[in-house]
């Protein structure tokens, strides 16, 4: 199955109203970095959690690419317009986007 794939230099700065970001990493990587306003939906949860996903286009972020890939499979075989971002929240934090974290300190991808 082909999985719908943007780099970040597809990813506009600022995102555009109505695109969704969907982070799939686990609740430790969360804590420390994330981008502003995405859905935290682990890769493990997300079968019992699809009705969490927003409607409309989705971003779909992990650490690298590889989980949030098999996450955009198993939405787009569930009628989701989600799109995985290649490189991940590394390639995220190289570029230099923002992003908040739950730790108080500043943000990093873990």
Do not use: F
Request: a negative charge; glycine letters at 10%.
């Amino acid at each position: 199955m082909h999985v719908p794939t943007v780099s970040m230099s597809g990813v506009p700065d600022p995102l555009p109203e109505g695109l969704s970001v969907v982070d799939v990493r686990e609740q430790v990587e969360w804590v420390h970095g994330h981008i502003e306003g995405a859905v935290h939906i682990p890769l493990s949860s997300l079968p019992e959690r699809t009705s969490d996903v927003p409607d409309g286009q989705v971003l779909v972020v992990c650490k690298v690419g590889a989980r949030s890939a098999r996450a955009v499979a198993y939405l787009a075989q569930s009628g989701h317009d989600a799109v995985n971002l290649d490189g991940g929240m590394l390639d995220w934090e190289a570029a230099g986007r923002p992003m908040v974290s739950e730790t108080g300190q500043p943000p990093q991808v873990v």
